[in-house]
Structure formats: C-alpha cells, structure tokens
C-alpha cells in the first residue's frame, strides 16, 4: 500500500433526511470498495471501526463507514436509542446509494459488523442489489434478537456470495457449529471463517500471546482472499 486517503463527509438518509456522518477510507492501489455498518455500541468514528478499516485499506479494500440517526454524535451506548429496523434498513440503502455515486471504478460490497451484519444482509435480501458483488458479515449475531426474532430467515434469499467471520469465543451472540449448520444450507453461497479465540469485539486473551490488533489483521486477510475469489 502506497498511502490512503481519508475522507470525513456525510449523507442524508433516505427516510427523513436527517444527516450523518461517512467515513471514506481509500488507499491509492484499492481493489474493491465495501461499505461498512458498524455495531450497534461502535459508531463509525469509534477506534474498533476505524482500526476495521485501517486493516482492510493495508489488503487494499477501501471502506466507506456511516453512521445511524441514533449513533450519530454517540459518546455512550444506550440499546433503548437504537433506531427502528425500517430506519436502520434506510441508512444502509443511502449508505450503499452514496458509495456507488463515488465515481472511483471499484467493484463494491457490503459489509456489516455485528449489529449491522443483520441490517446489510437483509437489506440485501430484500433489495437484490446486483452491483453488489458480495456481502461480508463480521461477528454475526445469530443469538441477538433485538431487531429480528427470526436472524437467519433471510439469508437464504441474499443472491450474493457471503463472509461470515466469527470470534471462536462469543458464544454470548453466536455458536459457530450452529451458524455453519445454517450456511451448509445456502448452497455453496456462504463461507465462515473463525478467529480462535475472539470475543465479540475481535479482542483476545493475554495467553493467546496475540493482540486485538492481530485478529484485525487476520480478519482483513480473509476478508482480502474472499474478495479476490469473489471477483474472479
């Protein structure tokens, strides 16, 4: 990697106009451009998503970060202040409008942390985008029903190729055999990789004898190889 560009804007969500902040994030020998929904407790401009992002530019994937309504400005997290899913599946339409009237001749994907995994997924089941080459979920919470009862229902009807990277030590939000028993379902079109021994913010233990920042680098890895088989 030559150098990035980082690019704070904003973006005025579709549903009610309000306007939030966006984060472009674009090293110079860019390969792909993934636009990125953050956790529900983790706003764009929190260090865990700009750290997501650093490593994904150092595998040469730009990343074009928003913010909700809710979390715009957010400096302490309150689950009652989430938005409602209809506004949450609105910013991810206007997230993905956005990055696609960029101009920089990048083939584009959706990613999603946590939270967000849920939203970009569905978005995408219902939307079949089909400029979008494949949906990247990181840390999906299987287990997490807050916006959806029913969390995998959907993924069966996402058209495109999709990433599941778990932590191996979350099983608060989801069980990895579980999750592999419902990909093994999607014929072929989902893959899952595992960080031994992540929690749900990628952090690891001190015995592992690695950082949170290694998993992260790990994580972009993947994530890399995916896109490269993805656009062949």
Do not use: C
């Not at 750290?51 to 009652?80: C, H, K, V, W």
């Not at 949450?88 to 339409?93: C, F, N, S």
């Not at 920042?213 to 190889?225: F, G, H, Y």
């Amino acid at each position: 990697m030559t150098g990035v560009k980082v690019t704070e804007s904003s973006m005025a969500v579709s549903s009610n106009g309000t306007e939030v902040t966006t984060f472009l994030v674009e090293p110079d020998d860019a390969v792909a451009l993934m636009v990125l929904g953050h956790g529900s407790g983790t706003p764009a401009h929190y260090p865990l998503m700009v750290e997501m992002a650093e490593a994904l530019a150092d595998q040469r994937i730009a990343t074009f970060r928003y913010n909700y309504p809710y979390s715009e400005g957010m400096t302490a997290y309150d689950p009652n202040k989430i938005d409602t899913l209809d506004v949450l599946l609105a910013t991810t339409r206007s997230a993905r409008a956005a990055a696609g009237s960029l101009s920089l001749d990048l083939p584009l994907f959706l990613g999603g942390r946590s939270m967000s995994s849920q939203v970009v997924s569905l978005a995408m089941s219902q939307e079949h985008w089909s400029d979008i080459h494949g949906v990247a979920l990181y840390v999906f919470p299987m287990r997490w029903q807050v916006l959806l009862e029913d969390t995998v229902g959907h993924l069966p009807q996402v058209p495109a190729p999709m990433l599941f990277v778990q932590g191996g030590r979350d099983e608060e939000y989801a069980n990895v055999q579980e999750l592999q028993t419902v990909l093994d379902n999607l014929d072929g079109r989902a893959s899952l990789h595992v960080v031994e021994g992540a929690d749900h913010d990628y952090d690891l233990p001190p015995e592992s004898g690695r950082t949170g920042s290694d998993a992260l680098k790990e994580v972009a890895s993947v994530t890399a190889k995916w896109v490269q088989k993805t656009l062949r």
